[in-house]
């Protein structure tokens, strides 16, 4: 599978930006996707994760509450909604994809097996 990132850029304090991630080569349904984000000089951090059928979703801590990941499997798609961005939430996005069938945790610790080149995403303070 292919993921392609879109929908990074400049943003103030407070405001929101919505990342889209185009899944090609493989129907985006066969895959649990996430997002990761990794800062300049700092270890990489799991964002959010949805299951195959988009039932489920698991959040790192640090954007509960102000992001939400959906996805759009007739579109082979899947979207980050960042509200409320902060300076510290800059850094470049990653989508992810994995088939394995473990519970979303699983993959805030391990990461998943397919990555996406990312998008930037920059929050002014």
């Known amino acids: 599978v292919q993921l392609q990132a879109s929908g990074g850029g400049l943003v103030q304090t407070g405001g929101s930006l919505r990342l889209s991630c185009v899944a090609s080569g493989s129907t985006a349904s066969n895959y649990n996707m996430g997002w990761f984000r990794q800062a300049p000089g700092k270890e990489r951090e799991f964002v959010a994760a949805i299951t195959f059928t988009g039932l489920l979703t698991y959040y790192g801590d640090s954007v509960k509450g102000r992001f939400t990941i959906s996805r759009d499997n007739a579109k082979d798609t899947v979207y980050l909604q960042m509200n409320r961005l902060k300076p510290e939430d800059t850094a470049v996005y990653y989508c992810?994809?994995?088939?394995?069938?473990?519970?979303?945790?699983?993959?805030?610790?391990?990461?998943?097996?397919?990555w996406g080149k990312g998008t930037l995403v920059t929050v002014s303070s």
């Open positions: 992810t994809a994995d088939t394995r069938d473990f519970g979303l945790a699983y993959f805030q610790m391990r990461g998943m097996d397919y």
